[in-house]
């Protein structure tokens, strides 16, 4: 149980393009999902909460217009990259819980982005 | 303020060895949580284990064994006769019980040889 799916895994894209992430939970309806962001040998840094039916609460420093959430519905969450650049290029990894943010999160497989 | 600290940034042993994993916490708060995941490198976090700061027994799974004393503010984590498979990356994680965000250590790069 506690499934979550990321699509797609890999993206590569121009510079200027805007990126659509998928996140979905397939088993257990998701209250709360998350999007974090990895860079390489570092740790996770949340960059949004989103609740179902609700404007997502983003972290300082990160651009709620340049990183479109959408929590549509229980199962679904999807992260837009509007007009990317090189300096977007990374690992976007979302995760979900199912009643609240105290929770246990459960990760999906992550997006790898590459913004040429 | 709440912080999560893994000292180690890589450990290296050789197959069949134990090995622990340390994780140091800092939070005011008396009802938090810990979390220890798995990040193997295809890149997706596993989770592994969640636990209460009302909840002081250690616990078993396994290969896998999780000492949590509150009076050291640690919760490490030791792997038993490790194997190749478990090379991965571990991170500790801490979350309080007002909905503060789930704060990660930096991460414990394990590598198993064979």
């Known amino acids: 149980g506690a499934v979550v799916s990321q699509h797609p895994s890999w993206v590569i894209c121009k510079s200027g393009t805007s990126v659509k992430i998928e996140c979905r939970s397939l088993?257990?309806?998701?209250?709360?999902m998350f999007w974090y962001r990895q860079f390489p040998k570092q740790s996770l840094m949340l960059m949004a909460t989103?609740?179902?039916?609700?404007?997502?609460?983003?972290e300082q420093g990160v651009e709620k217009d340049k990183f479109l959430i959408n929590h549509a519905s229980l199962t679904l969450s999807t992260l837009t990259v509007t007009s990317a650049h090189p300096e977007d290029s990374s690992f976007y990894i979302c995760?979900?819980?199912?009643?609240?943010?105290?929770?246990?999160?459960?990760f999906g497989p992550g997006t790898r982005l590459l913004v040429l | 303020a709440q912080k999560v600290t893994q000292a180690q940034t890589e450990i290296s042993v050789v197959e069949k060895e134990d090995v622990t994993l340390d994780c140091v916490y800092e939070?005011?708060?008396?009802?938090?949580?810990l979390f220890w995941y798995k990040q193997p490198p295809s890149g997706e976090l596993v989770f592994l284990i969640r636990?209460?700061?009302?909840?002081?027994q250690n616990e078993i799974s396994g290969r896998y064994s999780w000492n949590f004393q509150k009076s050291t503010s640690s919760f490490n984590f030791t792997i038993t006769a490790s194997q190749v498979v478990d090379s991965a990356v571990y991170f500790c994680?801490?979350?309080?019980?007002?909905?503060?965000?789930?704060?990660f250590g930096q991460g414990t790069e394990l590598s198993v040889k064979p």
């Open positions: 995760s979900a819980s199912i009643s609240g943010v105290q929770e246990t999160q459960y």
């Open positions: 088993d257990f309806q998701a209250t709360t």
């Open positions: 989103s609740n179902e039916g609700s404007k997502a609460t983003y």
């Open positions: 939070t005011r708060d008396t009802t938090y949580y």
């Open positions: 636990r209460n700061s009302f909840d002081e």
């Open positions: 994680a801490l979350i309080n019980n007002q909905g503060g965000k789930l704060i």
